[in-house]
T-cell receptor, first 115, second 117 residues
């Protein structure tokens, strides 16, 4: 597609429910990143994919968080047994792994609210 | 690990005036990228300007320019002739020159810029 697409745009869920957030990167981009942005805070790195593998999962805050990427394209971030502190905007970004500009291209994010 | 610090949480500027947003970072690497991203209420991060650390010349993009001081590890953004559309949150970010697992961006906490008409 023309840009990074994320869905849903907004999600309200009850504490304890599982949620899935989807990211569709720019076509041809092999690198994909998930970030979390809590209210008034900067962007916190969660996980990085190169193709379908995740060489850096160091930012996942707990084992309730997982992510996968299939076909070197779409990625899903899953949060199990959601807690109120999981409320945040989850941003996805992609880039060409071989590019020399260093730029990441971002989607508009998924705002998660846990009641 | 690299860190990025934006110590000013908020700034305000009069329309048509100039404003400078500050950023400092810490790294032991010699080659890297630095970025300023803008985040309007739509939430999408938009690249404003990029600087490669090996370049001595400060980057410029129309009304946006940077003051890159490598020795001081300082990377400030100057916005000239401020416009109402410049109102947004601005993030400073660092990226290693290395690829692969080192390629993620490290962000500062951001600064909220308001523009007074």
């Amino acid at each position: 597609g023309a840009g990074v697409s994320q869905s849903p745009s907004n999600k309200v869920t009850e504490k304890g429910k599982d949620v899935e957030l989807r990211c569709d990167p720019i076509s041809g981009h092999t690198a994909l990143y998930w970030y979390r942005q809590s209210l008034g805070q900067g962007l916190e790195f969660l996980i990085y994919f190169q193709g379908n593998s995740a060489p850096d999962k160091s930012g996942l805050p707990s084992d309730r968080f997982s992510a996968e990427r299939t076909g070197g394209s779409v990625s899903t971030l899953t949060i199990q047994r959601t807690q109120q502190e999981d409320s945040a905007v989850y941003l996805c970004a992609s880039s060409l792994a071989s590019q020399n500009t260093g730029e990441l291209f971002f989607g508009e994010g998924s705002r998660l609210t846990v009641l | 690990a690299q860190t990025v610090t934006q110590s000013q949480p908020e700034m305000s500027v009069q329309e048509a005036e100039t404003v400078t947003l500050s950023c400092t970072y810490d790294t032991s690497e010699s080659d890297y990228y630095l970025f300023w991203y803008k985040q309007p209420p739509s939430r999408q991060m938009i690249l404003v300007i990029r600087q490669e650390a090996y370049k001595q010349q400060n980057a410029t993009e129309n009304r946006f320019s940077v003051n890159f001081q490598k020795a001081a590890k300082s990377f400030s953004l100057k916005i000239s002739d401020s416009q109402l559309g410049d109102a947004a949150m601005y993030f400073c970010a660092y990226r290693s020159f290395l690829t692969g697992a080192n390629s993620k961006l490290t962000f500062g906490k951001g600064i909220t810029l308001s523009v007074r008409p």
